[in-house]
């Protein structure tokens, strides 16, 4: 429901001054989302550009909720808030940290699969969201979380080293998975053993939406049946 004039006249501005208060919300998240990669914008961000000038108490809230509504109806795009949970793999004082990290939003956009394809998507990034998509199903196999050690096994096995600063295809490896914990698809934690300290990759907000472990399952699913099809043929 789009906030109403009655909502912003408490705040003792006209409709002008809340409409260009949006739009700046709007475009900064636009220019932002591209700037970044599709990096989380923090909610903090978007409040500073409202209090600069205006230090109303929640009247950042009214601005942000319009800006996200407007950015459906008009642009197509989910202006969807991630907020972090307690990592499982991290013990002790350290994991109070992710409790009290700021909201933060991705876009993602609204458009039928078939149409953001067919006339959105940049044919550029299809490397980089293969790289995603497998890191991910790699770490779900594992149960979710899995060890940097591991992980890089893993990505070896793939012809992907840590050590590959100019991958043909990906370029820096180590880049591109550093990548996906700024993008909140892996969380990356320090976790103390009688081992010593080990880093471990969880999957993050992004990675665990329905609509992405769905992918996953799928994908892993027509390996399998691959898989089951060339061993009758041998």
């Known amino acids: 429901m789009a906030s109403s004039l009655e909502d912003f006249s408490q705040f003792g501005i006209s ?21 970044s990669s599709g990096c989380p914008i923090k909610r ?32 197509g795009y989910e202006m969807k808030e991630l907020q972090r949970a307690r990592p499982s793999t991290n013990q002790g004082p350290s994991s109070q940290q992710s409790l009290v990290d700021a909201k933060s939003y991705v876009i ?9 394809r067919k006339y959105v998507e940049d044919t550029k990034t299809f ?10 199903s790699i770490v779900h196999l594992a149960g ?26 990906f370029g820096n490896i180590k880049q591109q998975l550093e990548s996906l914990v700024q993008q909140r698809y892996l969380q990356k934690d320090k976790v103390n053993s009688v081992e010593g300290n ?6 993050a907000e992004r990675a665990l939406d329905d609509s ?5 399952k799928e994908y892993i699913a027509q390996i399998m049946k691959k898989d089951d099809a060339s061993e009758e043929i041998d």
């Open 198 to 203: 080990t880093m471990v990759f969880e999957l």
């Open 127 to 136: 490397s980089s969201s293969g790289f995603t998509f497998a890191v991910i």
């Open 44 to 75: 903090d961000e978007l409040t500073q550009l409202v209090t600069k000038n205006y230090r109303q108490r929640g009247l950042p809230s009214l601005v942000i909720n319009e800006a996200r509504e407007k950015l459906s109806s008009i642009f």
């Open 108 to 116: 993602i956009s609204q458009l039928p699969t078939e149409v953001y």
């Open 212 to 216: 992405v472990i769905e992918r996953v």
């Open 144 to 169: 979710g979380k899995i060890s940097e050690e591991h992980l890089w096994d893993q990505l070896k096995r793939m012809g992907l080293h840590d050590s590959d600063e100019r991958h043909p295809v």
């Open 15 to 35: 409709k002008e001054e809340k409409d260009k208060l949006v739009a700046e919300v709007i475009r900064y998240v636009l220019f932002k989302n591209f700037q």
